[in-house]
T-cell receptor, first 114, second 108 residues
């Protein structure tokens, strides 16, 4: 297991298009998180899963955003009808239940909406 | 509402010039304060977890300390490879709340 994997690393899309990102967490981690980070800011929480259950969604996550984690394994984050304000780094992280070692983050997907 | 504030926003150090980064926080009940390092274009990398006032953790040239209102990340005799953005985060009921980070540049 080489850590948390995110694909694609970069995505350029036209405004109004839909995009989907994938995250493969560390296999023994049952918690999975999505964060968004813009330049000069810390990561902002979007949503998290415990196994396949989505336990919390941020107010930042508008109706255009949806996340899934089928069978408690990989996760996808879809953004519909993208807007320029969606341009950011989308980070996925995973952790064990105890979380004493914090999250393990992936390298992120850089989204640019033109 | 839990809050995290980091200072300074940016720090430029000469190699060997020790310094400290500050993370001030307000929280209803501390469940953990975390320090991360982030290199450009990469995800944050875990450094330390602190749980109670008075606790200290060390790793190479980095030392993290915790009081009831603040955490400090001390960088002793930094090297250019310590250049990065350092983030602190609170465990806020199952999710992390991050500060904006301190960008550290260490010049030879």
């Amino acid at each position: 297991d080489t850590g948390v994997s995110q694909n694609p690393r970069h995505k350029i899309t036209k405004r109004g298009q839909n995009v989907t990102f994938r995250c493969d967490p560390i296999s023994e981690h049952n918690r999975l998180y999505w964060y968004r980070q813009t330049l000069g800011q810390g990561p902002e929480f979007l949503t998290y899963f415990q196994n396949e259950a989505q336990l919390e969604k941020s107010r930042l996550l508008s109706d255009r955003f949806s996340a899934e984690r089928p069978k408690g394994s990989f996760s996808t984050l879809e953004i519909q009808r993208t807007e320029q304000g969606d341009s950011a780094m989308y980070l996925c992280a995973s952790s064990s239940d105890r979380g004493e070692y914090g999250y393990t983050f992936g390298s992120g997907t850089r989204l640019t909406v033109v | 509402e839990d809050q995290v504030t980091q200072s300074p926003e940016a720090l430029r150090l000469q190699e060997g010039e020790s310094s400290s980064l500050n993370c001030s926080y307000t929280v209803s009940g501390l469940r953990g304060l975390f320090w991360y390092r982030q290199d450009p274009g990469k995800g944050p990398e875990f450094l330390f977890t602190l749980y109670s006032a008075g606790e200290e953790k060390e790793k190479e040239r980095l030392k993290a300390t915790l009081t009831k209102k603040e955490s400090f990340l001390h960088i002793t005799a930094p090297k250019p490879e310590d250049s990065a953005t350092y983030l602190c985060a609170l465990d806020s009921w199952g999710k992390f709340q991050f500060g904006a980070g301190t960008q550290v540049v260490v010049t030879p």
